[in-house]
């Protein structure tokens, strides 16, 4: 094979990425059978042709000779971290044939003792294969490492419950002026990757402010904002809502008419905190200024009271908002200033930017419709929202874009599109918000069964992560956690995990410390894992499967659901398929294919079936037959069918790469086409507090009151309540462009690129902190936690980066042989991370990502071969 080739030469392949989950679609160069070059796919509308540095560098992961090509089986039974497993390559059948007979006996006995898992980076293939897997099995227990603790249990559940969809995000085309708390969306990380890095900077070029609220100004958004706001971490719940305070009550800026029609700012609250309901229909009661009564929220309504005071059925009571409106009086800026220490008068500048940019009462004419205009937006992800107080993190700064009208309307802030009509040949996939319970906000489409609203009841727990008493939660530490004995014991778990099957995640780092997720893991006595490379987790595996990478993979649905990774914005639908540029090389198979031919072993291929057909939303005739047996093929094939129609199946998919069509302002601005309201005044929390509350105390579980109030408060992380003076720098992480979680430092392009990098294997540290501590640029460094947990890293000494708090570049520290180029390369930040109910939300089970360090100079034993470049 000749390494020379010109570009006339081998065919193109379109294909989408999967270096992270971004879902950028791209096109592959495929020469004389091997893969040469990977650029954007210029006709897609996710990427619309842009590549970044992971997606360019895949060629090296997927020629890799640390890769996974055989089966493996364990022979050494001792686990321990640098303990060898002694791995033995052994045929498909033979390993197939271990994990099925294990997997029947659990299956007779209890099923609920396999626990599953799945890594984010493959969120696709995690929700189209692998939860579905797991729930025909029959097992709650499902587990995606650190992914939902460090990012989603706020966000998602938070976005999901005011914009029916995943994520959040500025209406890039229209929008003028954007805060972002903590979210890096179109810069180093976040969904739709490249989709959104050339809506933001051509939204930037158009003149858009960007203000970015974030502890670091080195990297991400802040790098390239207007106005970069430096922050403590974990306290951006007090900026948002002293800036609501500001909004409401010191300029009177707020959007009446959304307000009323589009929230439930209107309803009517008791003393007792809850919606005062119509006696005979249960409804929730609205105050009808123009007659001078009651009505039910759903009446035609002459003109709803947003404040003031009325007595109905015997009790005094107040619209929403105006609980609202007092709740926030006490967040004053200068309150807000001692706690996230930015000036008062910066948060009243940026709080009356923001009102006025609104431009309340516009009007703007987008594809025949004449809808609101209000060109702002605030939008959080992983770093204001990787908190112990996530919950009300997502809530309070989101309330800004419902208090000025910018919730889904041009120039706002948009859901990742969460409403289609589907394409114009078929009408499908259709998916559409639309009112329930109480008038508020149903999902059309979520990434499990169960949408976010109404919240699911709180019941005595059964599953590993006690999910049933912590119903805002969609992830849960106690898979792993320190305390997960006592847990159980508490709620009397009537069984323990006798096996974990896994496809990528890698919770050993991606959690919390090491320590607590080993003794965790090394309780399980058969582990199953479906990886790329060996790493720290598969040490304590029984089973490795060797996977196909992403460029030797089949997937109908790698963007899809659309809410997940689909720039939102007018534009244009597109459904991309994941096909192999190559054929799988050695041994490697797609993991999908494993899963369907474990079912069949099992016997629960018919279960499998159904929730594919449930999950993938593969409608008659092409559903999948109970009594069939198909290839993983065939289920893609009957998927795009399903939705694109019997012409379009896969291959046509295979020769076109994708399918695009316009989208519609009823989709875009699809809040201003329905009547669902979304929450400001959060009763369902205060309700579910009451119900959660006496479970907690029958199990002997603390129950956090402060955690369940229905309008946001600021509460503080256990880092913010160490009181020794000797820790006084707050450590986080944050994502750099160059790689995805721990999964990348392998790859020999990006690693090389990162030795050069100035940041990402270092410790980030202000230079005037550094100087009180004696550290020069490039000294050896400890991190230490108050629970005498340490690190070591070499300091990069910077101006960009709030003097209080030092920063560290992904999860990077690995120190697995197997991965010799990630081996030893940056800090395991995560080493310093506890991981039990303390240093979680009472709430949502979200962890705290922020710990107080004491920082000094110091060098380890082993240097762990970082030098400076
Ligand atoms: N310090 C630090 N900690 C973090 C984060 C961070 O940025 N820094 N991020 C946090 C967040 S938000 C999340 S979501 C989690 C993520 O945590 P995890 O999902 O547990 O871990 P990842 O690092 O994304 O996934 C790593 C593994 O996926 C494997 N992998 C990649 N592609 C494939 C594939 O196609 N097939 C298979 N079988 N395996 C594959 C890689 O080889 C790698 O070992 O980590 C959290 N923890
Ligand atoms: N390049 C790249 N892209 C990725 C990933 C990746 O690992 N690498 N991972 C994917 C995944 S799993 C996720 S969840 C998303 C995450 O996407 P983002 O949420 O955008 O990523 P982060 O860099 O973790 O966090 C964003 C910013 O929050 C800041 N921050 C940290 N703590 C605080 C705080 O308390 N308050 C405020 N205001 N800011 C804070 C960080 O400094 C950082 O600049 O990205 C996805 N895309
Ligand atoms: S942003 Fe993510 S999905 Fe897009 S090209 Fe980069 S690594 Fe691939
Ligand atoms: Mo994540």
């Not at 220490?341 to 500048?349: E, L, S």
């Not at 899963?595 to 999950?615: D, H, P």
């Amino acid at each position: 094979m000749s390494l020379k080739w010109s570009v006339s030469e081998g065919t193109w392949i379109s294909s989408v990425c999967s270096m992270c989950y971004g879902g950028c679609s791209i096109r592959v160069k495929v020469v004389d059978g091997a893969v040469r070059k990977i650029e954007g796919n210029p006709d897609s509308p996710l990427g619309s042709g842009r590549l970044c540095a992971k997606g360019t560098s895949g060629i090296m992961t997927l020629y890799d000779p640390s890769r996974i090509n055989y089966p493996l089986k364990r022979t050494n039974p001792e686990k321990g971290k640098g303990i060898d497993p002694g791995w033995e390559r052994i045929s498909w059948d033979e390993a197939l044939d271990i994990i099925a007979q294990k997997m029947k006996k659990i299956h007779q006995d209890d099923p609920r003792k396999l626990f599953c898992m799945g890594t984010t980076t493959c969120a696709s293939m995690m929700r189209n294969s692998v939860r579905s897997f797991t729930v025909s099995f029959g097992t709650p227990n499902f587990f995606s490492g650190g992914g939902g603790l460090h990012c989603g249990n706020g966000a998602h559940q938070v976005a999901g419950q005011t914009h029916a969809s995943w994520s959040i995000v500025p209406d890039f085309d229209y929008c003028n002026y954007v805060i972002y708390f903590g979210a890096s969306k179109g810069h180093a990380a976040g969904h739709a990757g490249n989709a959104n890095a050339q809506l933001v900077s051509d939204a930037r070029s158009r003149g858009m402010k960007m203000v970015v609220v974030d502890p670091l100004g080195f990297q991400g958004a802040a790098a390239k904002a207007t106005e970069w706001v430096p922050i403590i971490p974990g306290t951006d719940t007090a900026l948002a809502i002293a800036m609501v305070n500001v909004l409401i009550n010191e300029l009177g800026i707020y959007d009446a008419e959304f307000l009323k029609y589009k929230t439930n700012a209107s309803y009517l609250i008791g003393p007792d905190g809850k919606y005062v309901r119509d006696t005979a229909s249960g409804k929730p009661l609205v105050w009808d200024a123009n007659a001078g009564e009651p009505k039910g929220y759903d009446d035609p309504a002459g003109d709803l009271a947003l404040e003031g005071s009325y007595e109905v059925q015997g009790v005094k009571s107040r619209p929403a908002f105006d609980l609202l409106k007092e709740h926030v009086r006490k967040y004053t800026p200068e309150k807000a200033e001692e706690i996230t220490k930015i000036p008062a008068r910066t948060i009243r500048r940026i709080a009356r930017e923001f009102g006025e940019a609104a431009q309340i009462g516009s009007k703007i004419v987008i594809d025949g419709h004449e809808l609101p205009y209000r060109p702002v937006s605030t939008i959080y992800f992983r770093g204001a929202q990787g908190h112990k107080n996530s919950l009300y993190a997502c809530i309070a700064i989101d309330t800004l874009n419902f208090v000025v009208g910018a919730a889904d309307m041009p120039g706002g802030t948009l859901g990742f599109c969460p409403a289609g009509l589907g394409h114009p040949e078929t009408g499908r996939p259709a998916f559409y918000p639309k009112a329930g319970l109480d008038g508020l906000l149903v999902a059309g489409m979520w990434m499990s069964p169960h949408t976010p609203y109404p919240i699911r009841e709180p019941a005595q727990p059964r599953t590993m992560g006690l999910g049933e008493m912590f119903p805002f939660a969609l992830s849960s530490p106690f898979m792993v956690s320190s305390d997960q004995e006592e847990m159980w014991e508490k709620i009397g778990l009537p069984y323990r995990p006798e096996m974990i099957l896994d496809h990528g995640s890698n919770p050993i780092m991606s959690v919390g410390n090491d320590e607590t997720v080993i003794n965790s893991v090394k309780k399980i006595p058969f582990i199953v894992v479906s990886e790329l490379y060996l790493n720290e987790f598969t040490d304590f595996a029984d089973i490795v499967l060797p996977d196909t990478c992403y460029l030797e993979r089949l997937e109908s649905a790698p963007n899809h659901p659309p809410i997940l990774n689909h720039p939102a914005g007018m534009g244009r639908w597109g459904w991309p398929i994941r096909q192999p540029a190559i054929k799988p090389l050695y041994e490697r198979r797609d993991f999908a294919e494993v899963l369907l031919e474990l079912a069949k072993r099992i016997g629960i291929s018919s279960n499998y079936y159904a929730t594919l057909n449930l999950m993938q939303g593969i409608e008659s005739p092409y559903r999948l037959e109970m009594e069939g047996d198909y290839t993983w093929e065939e289920v893609c094939d009957r998927q795009l069918k399903s939705h694109f129609g019997e012409e379009k199946g896969l291959e046509w998919f295979k020769k076109h790469g994708l399918i695009s069509w316009p989208k519609k302002a009823e989709e875009v601005y699809w809040r201003a086409f329905t009547n669902a309201r979304a929450p400001i005044y959060w009763e369902f929390i205060l309700t579910a507090g009451e119900k959660v509350g006496p479970i907690a105390q029958k199990y002997g579980i603390d129950f956090v009151e402060s955690y369940f109030k229905p309008l946001p408060e600021w509460n503080p992380c256990c880092s913010h309540e160490v009181k020794d003076p000797e820790f006084d720098v707050w450590g986080i992480y944050y994502r750099d462009i160059m790689h995805t979680n721990s999964f990348t430092m392998q790859n020999v392009w990006l690693d090389e690129a990162s030795t050069r990098d100035a940041y990402i294997y270092y410790i980030n540290l202000n230079k005037s902190t550094a100087a009180r501590k004696g550290i020069k640029d490039g000294d050896w460094i400890c991190l230490e936690s108050v629970k005498g947990r340490k690190v070591w890293g070499k300091a990069n000494l910077s101006e960009a980066i709030h003097p209080e708090v030092l920063a560290v570049a992904g999860c990077t520290g690995h120190w697995s042989k197997d991965q010799p180029i990630a081996r030893a390369k940056g800090t395991f930040f995560n080493a310093l991370l506890e991981i039990d109910y303390e240093h979680a939300s009472p709430a949502n089970l979200n962890l705290d990502n922020c710990v107080k360090l004491k920082v000094y100079p110091s060098a380890p034993e082993d240097k762990g071969g970082v030098e400076r470049a």
